[in-house]
C-alpha cells in the first residue's frame, strides 16, 4: 500500500487488487484469484475493492464492514474511509481511521506488555519472538495517522493534522515533510524552513550525495517546501537557489517551474521568470489558468510576452 499521493484512488488500492486499465482486466478475472471462503476477512476485502473500482461506493462500504467484523485489517480500514471521502463524508472517514486505531493500539500495547513481561522473567528467546511482529503493528498503526493527518490537512484542520503525523512519526513513519508542508499553508513559515532542513540533513546521512545516491522524493519536497517558504519571507535570491537545486533533479518539474518563475519576477528579472512560466505552461497548461489569477504576476500583467503565455490559442 502506498502512502503517497493519498486522494489517488489507484494508489489506495493495495497492488495486487489494481485493475490494469491498459489492459482492461476485467473485475471477474481478478475474482478467479480472489479468496474463496467466505468466512475469511480477506474474501469480502476483495468484494468490497471491486465495488470500490467502479464507483460504487456504498455498496463498497458494506463490504468492507463484514471485512473488519471478522478482523480489524488495514487494507480494508483505509479502503472504507478512502469511500467515504469519495462520498464527500468526511467525518465518517476519519471516524474509520480512530475505530481501527483504537482497537489496534490497544493490541500494540498489549503486545508490548507481553515484551516487557517475558523479559522480566529473562525469557529473552521468547520475547524476541513476540518483538519480531511488533513493527509491523506499529508501521500499520502509524500508517492510519498518517492517512488521517492527510485528510485533516485537506479539511483545513491544520493543528489536528500535525498531532496526527506527530503521531505517526513516533511510531516510525517518515511523517516531517509532512508537517513542514501542513505549517507552509498555515503561514508558519520560519518553521516550515526548520522542519525542511531537518528532512534534508536526516536524508543526506540516509542516502549521501558523495556515495551516488540520488534523492529520495522526501528530500526533494522538502528542498520545494523551504524554497516556497523563503519565497513568502521575501528571501527570493535563497527561494530562487532552492528551485533550482530542485529542478536540477526533475528538470520537468512544472510546480517548481512556475514557482521559480514567480520568484524571479518579484525578485527582478522579468525575462527569466516569463521563460520559466513559459515553461511549466509547456507542460501542463494548468498553469495558464493560475498565472492569469496570481497575484504576483500582477507588475507584468500587461507585458505583451505574459499575455502571449498566458493566453490560449
Known amino acids: 500500500m502506498s502512502r503517497r499521493t ?4 489507484e494508489i489506495l488500492l493495495p497492488y495486487k487488487w489494481k485493475i490494469d486499465e491498459e489492459l482492461q482486466t476485467p473485475i471477474a478475472a481478478l475474482r478467479a484469484s480472489s479468496p474463496s471462503d467466505k468466512s475469511t476477512y480477506e474474501y469480502w476485502r476483495h468484494e468490497a475493492y471491486d465495488y470500490y473500482n467502479i464507483g460504487k461506493f456504498n455498496e463498497a462500504i458494506k463490504f468492507f464492514d463484514k471485512s473488519l467484523e471478522i478482523k480489524p485489517n488495514l487494507g480494508a480500514c483505509l479502503g472504507k474511509a478512502s469511500a467515504f471521502k469519495e462520498l464527500g463524508k468526511h467525518d465518517q ?5 480512530d475505530d481501527y486505531l ?3 493500539q490497544h493490541k500494540t500495547m498489549k503486545l508490548l506488555k507481553r515484551v516487557g513481561a517475558l523479559l522480566l522473567r529473562q525469557s529473552r528467546k521468547a520475547a524476541d519472538k513476540w518483538y519480531e511482529v511488533a513493527p509491523e503493528k506499529w508501521y500499520e498503526v502509524a500508517e492510519v495517522w498518517w492517512y488521517k493527518g492527510s485528510l485533516l490537512t485537506n479539511l483545513h484542520r491544520y493543528a489536528d493534522a500535525i498531532q496526527s503525523y506527530e503521531k505517526s512519526e513516533k511510531l516510525g513513519f517518515d511523517s516531517q515533510v509532512d508537517i513542514a508542508g501542513v505549517f507552509g499553508q498555515m503561514g508558519k513559515y520560519s518553521e516550515v524552513i ?7 540533513r536526516l536524508e543526506d546521512i540516509r542516502y549521501p550525495p558523495d556515495q551516488g545516491h540520488l534523492p ?3 528530500k526533494i519536497a522538502a528542498m520545494f517546501f523551504k524554497a516556497n517558504a523563503l519565497d513568502a519571507l521575501g528571501n527570493f535570491d535563497e527561494a530562487i537557489k532552492c528551485y533550482d537545486q530542485v529542478i536540477t533533479i526533475q528538470q520537468e518539474s512544472s510546480d517548481t517551474l512556475y514557482y521559480r518563475g514567480r520568484s ?7 525575462m527569466g521568470g516569463l521563460s520559466d512560466l513559459k515553461a511549466a505552461v509547456e507542460l501542463d497548461d494548468k498553469y495558464q489558468k493560475l498565472a492569469n489569477s496570481d497575484k504576483d504576476f500582477e507588475s507584468i500583467r500587461n507585458d505583451p510576452v505574459f499575455r502571449s503565455i498566458v493566453t490560449k490559442p
Open 6 to 9: 493519498v486522494d489517488n484512488k
Open 93 to 97: 472517514a476519519i471516524k474509520c481511521y
Open 102 to 104: 483504537e482497537k489496534q
Open 194 to 200: 526548520k522542519r525542511s532542513e531537518e528532512v534534508i
Open 216 to 218: 529520495s522524493h522526501r
Open 264 to 270: 524571479k519576477v518579484k525578485n527582478g528579472d522579468i
